[in-house]
């Protein structure tokens, strides 16, 4: 018995409409939401799409009265009840909150590590869920408990239940939260970011089971997500936020075939597509400008265009070549001191870097990715030869390794933690040639200027300190340090990961065409497979410290050979819609790299299968980490 | 767990070792003779060498702590300079006091700190939080010998409810000491609970708890509390050592016969062997206090206990 509303169709059960708000700041209250209005319809999954800051977050946290201090200046949020009658939700008191928390709304976050409660067993976070809002003994609530946890197939879930958060993986964790979420039953589970915290082979599982139990339990999903290759694999329709306003709503296929707004027009350009390389030879930049340029270019003006990478020389000899890298660090000792267990983080690695070449290396977390950076510098204990220039930078001491780390430099994911929060920018780019007593004070500060001039940041900036910056702009500073040597090498340890996806656009514009203007090398470190694919002249796949398999772009990427580089390869959400991956295939966990100190490390052979791509095989074949 | 509490019981034995070395370093380089002081000031240099001699003085340093050492397990402790009586015996005579006084300040100031601490902190912003920081703050502020003789002055001289001073072992001599010291521990118990909850108010588990549908009173006392008390433990524990180190301030104000007043009689006559002791006690209560602590960490907190 759907009961008519003026605002509310009946085939809706969330409506939002004209939503304003503030938060109060240093200097009065500052609005962040400008009349959001959107709908959740019943059985549907509504993706809400955007970068950070669009809104997207506060909008449903504030449905879910979650926020602290915020203004509400206009609009009503509406809720349909299970009978069919409307609720005005927008200013409820914490009590009435609480009936429909859980019972009709549900929530679950971005971080699976914070968002448990580390003092309590799962089991006893669930059987409060389950309690809440159903008046059942503890036995039948005990055994919705096991029920639940079938549901989110949780294995060994007889054990698992009296478990504590941190024993669990992300992953799992992400699955208990799902499970307490569905707990009583609500009619819209609203997922804030679930998927964005976790590998992509967990990622791929996570957004399988909430696709299968939303077909099994008949709710509506509402997923906030800034991946638009996640909203293509699960969304019916789509909401685009930009600075706290909607921009855009529609069905995904519309969306993603012919998105109105130039906002979202920009977006899906600025998301590298995996195999959008196919039968290219060359790493090429993105036709995209910043986002700012974007929206203010006419329709008339020239659209930018895509420019080829072919800096890479095979002709002279490897500026960089390591063998046998290899890096333990001790995970347990006895009471005396003697090491027990090690985590093999790196493992027998072997690669070639050539002037101006580009050598993605792509894994999982826990693969060994950055420790294969770190070792380089030796800034972690390695073993193994790393020789640059001649030289074999591990057995040298460190007063001559100071001149190697000159031409070797860093650029790191967080731009955030990477600044000295009280150092000038300016400062913080010249300090390199400080320490390396290169130039005079007049030349160093005109090297600082042009750096400045390279990665697109005013010169006039450079007295500022890092917190007046945003994130991208932070990271053009972090790559101006890194240039300030003048470095031959630049390992870029996941320098884009936690940039969105425009400001990840520009910076990697940026990074290839000074690649392209200073003859660079990159060690191009990351977790997203298409980023690799669209910057790799050549690529490592890594997994628990060892290669699994190397070589061109094309090779690795257009015939991939390893199983576990094809598993990595179809649990990447790929950004359209009509081409939708079935990640039911997928499954299991990524096992530990502690070992016992005398386990005996795997012989790993490579087999050339074709002329310079090598595949990772052992005794029992090719099934090693798969 | 119990390996772990048998790691933590044998890892305090070597800074038991350290510490017991430092402190009669310590003791040994402070200015003046104790056969000097012994011998009183009339006795010639004769008697003074012959003092040295009974007391060992005259031997090496090395020897001269292991001698202390071997005797300490024998529980003698050597006999006060001043009343000739045996350490342990003196010592023994005051602890008692001390430790009631300690322990009754430790409840009041934990009931009072976490209280008004998690009460502020579930109002944060509004009148009941700048209340109970004021309470604490003024707490913090004010000079016990200043509150010791306000709260004497009003129950003891002019509601005569309580006695004034001293203390004979009855419960009611206890309150008003124990309330003059727990004010100030109580106040800085307060304010850590208070930035500690805060802390675990962002974190995302209250918003995990909230969306569960659980009413406010549960998530705060809940899901909040038990996190919240983890770093509020250790400064409990520090603060619970400075008490128990005795209070020279509170004890004098109302002629508490414990060890605080002990120490600084002691300190003013150079009673070597009495002040060797009760640094020694000292350190060792902060020792096993902190071992305490670590297992009450295991307790509260599962990441530990399955470490």
Redesign the interface.
């Known amino acids: 018995m759907a009961v008519t509303h003026p605002f509310m169709h009946e085939d809706e059960i969330l409506t939002i409409k004209d939503l304003s708000l503030s938060f109060p700041g240093y200097h009065g209250y500052t609005q962040v939401l400008h009349n959001v209005s959107f709908s959740v319809k019943k059985g549907e999954t509504l993706a809400i799409v955007g970068e950070s800051g669009s809104g997207k977050t506060v909008t449903m946290?504030r449905v879910?009265q979650?926020l602290a201090n915020v203004r509400t200046d206009s609009g009503r949020i509406l809720l349909r009840k299970r009978d069919g009658t409307v609720l005005d939700i927008t200013n409820i008191s914490?009590?009435d909150a609480?009936?429909?928390?859980?019972?009709d709304l549900?929530?679950?976050?971005?971080?699976p590590m914070?968002?448990?409660?580390?003092?309590f067993?799962i089991g006893d976070q669930l059987l409060?869920?389950v309690l809440?809002?159903q008046r059942i003994s503890k036995a039948q609530a005990m055994q919705k408990v096991m029920e639940l946890l079938e549901l989110v197939r949780i294995p060994d879930k007889a054990r698992r239940v009296n478990d504590?958060p941190?024993?669990l993986s992300g992953g799992m964790r992400q699955r208990v939260?799902i499970a307490?979420?569905l707990?009583?039953n609500p009619q819209v589970l609203i997922a804030d970011e679930p998927t964005t915290a976790l590998d992509v082979t967990i990622q791929a599982q996570i957004l399988a089971l909430i696709q299968s139990l939303q077909e099994k339990l008949h709710i509506s999903v509402v997923f906030i997500t800034h991946d638009m290759g996640v909203v293509a694999e699960i969304a019916d329709r789509v909401v685009v936020m930009y600075q706290g306003q909607v921009v855009e709503e529609n069905d995904v296929h519309s969306v993603f075939s012919s998105p109105s707004h130039p906002y979202t027009q920009a977006l899906l350009k600025a998301v590298p597509k995996l195999g959008s390389m196919t039968g290219r030879p060359f790493p090429a930049t993105l036709p995209i400008l910043e986002m700012s340029k974007e929206l203010s270019r006419k329709p008339g003006d020239a659209a930018p265009q895509e420019k080829t990478i072919d800096t890479a020389d095979y002709t002279k000899p490897p500026l960089l070549q390591v063998r046998n890298l290899t890096t333990h660090f001790i995970a347990d000792k006895t009471?005396f001191g003697r090491t027990t267990h090690v985590v093999r983080a790196v493992q027998d690695v072997n690669f070639d870097l050539f002037e101006g070449e580009t050598l993605g290396v792509v894994g999982e977390s826990g693969c060994g990715k950055s420790t294969t950076g770190y070792s380089i510098l030796k800034l972690v204990p390695a073993q193994g030869k790393v020789l640059f220039m001649g030289s074999d930078i591990l057995t040298l001491p460190d007063s001559e390794l100071k001149h190697y780390r000159r031409d070797i430099q860093f650029v790191f994911q967080d731009p955030y933690a990477s600044l000295n929060p009280r150092i000038r920018i300016g400062t913080a780019i010249e300090e390199p040639l400080v320490i390396h007593n290169i130039g005079t004070p007049e030349e160093r500060k005109k090297r600082v200027e042009y750096l400045l001039d390279c990665v697109g940041i005013p010169r006039k900036h450079k007295d500022r300190y890092p917190h007046e910056f945003s994130g991208g702009q932070r990271q053009r500073i972090a790559i101006a340090r890194a240039l300030a040597t003048q470095p031959k090498i630049i390992i870029a340890d996941e320098a884009v990961s936690s940039l969105d996806v425009s400001i990840q656009a520009t910076v990697l514009n940026l990074m290839l065409e000074l690649q392209k203007e200073f003859k660079l090398s990159y060690l191009f470190i990351s977790h997203n497979m298409a980023v690799i694919e669209r910057v790799s002249n050549r690529v490592m796949v890594m997994y628990l410290g060892h290669v699994v398999e190397s070589g061109t772009r094309m090779q690795v990427f257009e015939n991939p050979m390893h199983p576990y580089t094809r598993k990595l390869l179809a649990a990447i959400p790929v950004p359209d819609p009509t081409r939708r991956s079935n990640f039911g295939m997928l499954s299991g966990e990524i096992p530990s790299t502690i070992h016992r100190i005398e386990d005996a490390t795997p012989r790993i052979e490579y087999i050339e299968v074709e002329p310079g791509h090598f595949v990772a095989s052992t005794k029992e074949g090719i099934s090693f980490g798969a | 767990m119990l390996k772990y509490f048998i790691r933590r019981c044998l890892s305090i034995l070597p800074v038991l070792l350290v510490v017991s070395i430092l402190v009669f370093l310590f003791v040994h380089l402070l200015p003046g003779d104790p056969a000097r002081i012994m011998a009183g000031p009339d006795a010639d240099e004769a008697t003074i060498n012959r003092v040295r001699t009974e007391l060992g003085l005259d031997k090496s340093l090395p020897e001269q702590y292991l001698n202390y050492m071997g005797r300490l397990f024998r529980g003698d402790l050597g006999k006060s300079l001043r009343s000739k009586l045996p350490v342990a015996q003196e010592i023994a005579l005051r602890f008692p006091p001390t430790l009631y006084l300690a322990l009754a300040s430790m409840v009041w100031s934990i009931l009072f700190g976490v209280l008004f601490g998690a009460y502020a902190a579930m109002h944060r912003g509004k009148w009941q939080d700048y209340t109970a920081m004021l309470v604490a703050v003024s707490g913090i502020s004010m000079p016990q010998f200043w509150l010791g003789l306000l709260l004497m002055q009003l129950f003891a001289v002019h509601l005569g409810w309580l006695p004034v001073t001293g203390f004979t072992g009855k419960f009611k001599e206890l309150i008003l000491p124990s309330l003059t010291l727990g004010a100030t521990v109580a106040a800085i118990i307060a304010r850590f609970t208070l930035s500690s909850f805060l802390d675990v108010l962002q974190e995302e588990y209250i918003n995990t708890a909230r969306a569960k549908g659980l009413s406010e009173r549960v998530v705060m006392w809940k899901h909040a509390f038990r996190n919240a008390l983890i770093p509020v433990v250790t400064m409990v524990g520090l603060q619970f050592g400075f008490l128990l180190g005795g209070s020279v301030v509170v004890e004098t104000v109302f002629a508490w016969p414990g060890l605080g007043r002990f120490m600084i009689e002691s300190v003013s006559v150079r009673d070597y062997p009495v002040l060797q002791a009760l640094l020694l006690l000292y350190s060792f209560q902060f020792v096993v206090i902190n071992l305490l602590i670590d297992m009450l960490y295991a307790v509260i907190n599962p990441e530990i206990r399955y470490k």
């Open positions: 946290r879910m979650l914490h009590k609480t009936k429909i928390r859980g019972a549900s929530m679950i976050f971005q971080e914070t968002s448990l409660n580390p003092v067993t409060e869920a809440i809002h504590y941190f024993q939260m307490m979420a707990a009583c009471f």
